[in-house]
């Protein structure tokens, strides 16, 4: 198993910047990817951004210029910079990482979801 904790999230005025991690630990032999979904009230879950073990990243047309995401591979932690935050970023915003255990085996697992508001 996989343990993903998360921190970072709280309230920001409209402009302002927070930055979110996510920390794995457990049975992990490798991780594949890292990222970052967000699910705000009445909508669906969505990718943010997500980093692959190569380096190869992905973001959401709403975010782009706006978040980076970046890894630190020696501590299984990916990072989430919000800048210039907006109304419509608020949403409950969770961690995914995509790791190998020693049985070689790949699964996804998702953080427990850290809250971010938005509001003045």
């Known amino acids: 198993q996989v343990q993903l904790v998360e921190s970072g999230g709280g309230l920001v005025q409209p402009g302002g910047s927070l930055r979110l991690s996510c920390a794995a630990s457990g049975n992990i032999y490798s991780i594949n990817a890292m990222g970052w979904f967000r699910q705000a009230p009445g909508k669906q879950r969505e990718l943010v951004a997500i980093?692959?073990?190569?380096?190869?990243?992905t973001y959401a047309d709403s975010v782009k210029g706006r978040f980076t995401i970046s890894r630190d591979n020696a501590k299984n932690t990916v990072y989430l910079q919000m800048n210039s935050l907006k109304s419509e970023d608020t949403a409950v915003y969770y961690c995914l990482c995509n790791a190998k255990s020693d049985s070689m085996r790949s699964a996804a697992y998702w953080g427990q979801g850290t809250q971010v508001t938005v509001s003045s």
């Open positions: 980093i692959t073990s190569g380096g190869g990243i």
